[in-house]
């Protein structure tokens, strides 16, 4: 669990908590909430999904379109880096699928991709 005090404006903060499942591998849920525990439900990360984690200009469209067939689950780990309002998310692809993943993929697989929290709303 992990827990990151935001600012939603100059005046006003609100509470990130991170629950993170570690079995076969790390996968990771965010709610936000006020000061006061109230789920905040119209706070939300944009959306992410398994082509955010492979590198479609270098790999192409074609190549991308594979990956996005291929890989048909994808765990992802959160954390807010120490000191920052930087969210880091890891994908579980190389791990999860490994020798079974076609060498192909391999140098255009990002296994990381970050999320900066400003003004309100996480930023690519």
Same mark, same amino acid.
Do not use: H
């Given at each position: ?39 905040? /439900?119209? *706070?939300?990360?944009?959306?992410? +999904? @398994?082509?955010?984690? !492979?590198?479609? %200009?270098?790999?192409?469209?074609? =190549? ?19 000191? /920052?309002? *930087?969210?880091?998310?890891?994908? +579980? @692809?190389?791990?999860? !699928?490994?020798? %079974?993943?076609?060498?192909?993929? =391999? ?18």
């Amino acid at each position: 669990i992990q827990i990151k005090i935001l600012n939603l404006s100059e005046t006003k903060r609100i509470l990130a908590l991170i629950t993170t499942v570690d079995a076969q591998y790390k996968n990771s849920t965010i709610q936000f909430f006020d000061t006061d525990w109230k789920l905040l /439900s119209d *706070i939300t990360l944009p959306p992410v +999904s @398994v082509s955010d984690f !492979f590198d479609s %200009e270098k790999g192409g469209k074609e =190549l991308t379109e594979r990956f996005e067939k291929f890989c048909i689950r994808n765990f992802v780990e959160m954390k807010f880096e120490p000191k /920052s309002n *930087i969210l880091t998310l890891k994908s +579980s @692809v190389k791990q999860d !699928f490994g020798k %079974e993943l076609p060498k192909e993929f =391999l140098s255009y697989i990002k296994e990381n991709i970050s999320l900066k929290w400003e003004n309100g709303l996480f930023l690519r």
